[in-house]
């Protein structure tokens, strides 16, 4: 009976997870540079500055909140200045969400 309940959190674990697609890429950033959590921008039609695409990033999880945080680390780990035009979608019981990672021009 243990096992039944092991085998089914272990594939119910399996159902989180981020995927960073370095697509569509417009800017290059260095690997070795510190970077602080991105900003979040719920769409792009208000950035007034320039910025360059660095990838898309999509993510899913338990909750709204939990796919948000992986949404933001997401971004992080491709150094990314904001993350923009956030989609969300519910898939059964977990939070789909799909965004933009952007570097602003200097």
Known sequence: MKSVFLMAFLGLAGCTSTQLIESPKTAFVAQNEVTQPPEILWTSRTVTKPFDYLGRVKVRGWSYKGALQRLIDGGQKLHADAI???H????????????????FRN
């Open 88 to 103: 969300f979608r519910p898939v059964g019981f977990l939070s789909e969400m799909e965004a933009f990672a952007i570097k």
């Open 84 to 86: 923009t035009d956030i």
